[in-house]
């Protein structure tokens, strides 16, 4: 059974920092793209950022390019999301999931697996 599980959410003050950390089991973790998305209350789940599994490179958000960094530990089989220079419109729950395949992966459509998600929330 594929397990996400994210951690590391929580208030934070604008311009302040957090890294969200999601460890996942049950799949062969380094075969797997992974992504962060985020939905805000009344929104779309929106894309954040995605890490390649053959080559580790990387995509970015327009509204995070700069201030987030993804990453991933394929010993540790964990994906996180440094966030950096927070915002408050970057208020939402986060969600890491994981994808087969190639390419960028912007839609939450194109992943297989999911996580339960971490709150973030960014006061002014």
């Known amino acids: 059974q594929v397990q996400l599980v994210e951690s590391g959410g929580g208030l934070v003050q604008y311009g302040g920092s957090l890294r969200l950390s999601c460890a996942a089991s049950g799949l062969t973790f380094s075969t797997y793209a992974m992504g962060w998305f985020r939905q805000a209350p009344g929104k779309e789940r929106d894309f954040v950022a995605t890490?390649?599994?053959?080559?580790?490179?990387?995509y970015y958000g327009g509204s995070v390019k700069g201030r987030f960094t993804i990453s991933r530990d394929n010993a540790k089989n964990t994906v996180y999301l440094q966030m950096n220079s927070l915002k408050p419109e970057d208020t939402a729950d986060y969600y890491c999931?994981?994808?087969?395949?190639?390419?960028?992966?912007?839609?939450?459509?194109?992943?297989?697996?999911w996580g339960q998600g971490t709150q973030v929330t960014v006061s002014s």
């Open positions: 999931a994981a994808r087969r395949g190639y390419g960028l992966g912007l839609q939450p459509g194109q992943y297989d697996y």
């Open positions: 890490i390649s599994w053959t080559d580790g490179s990387t």
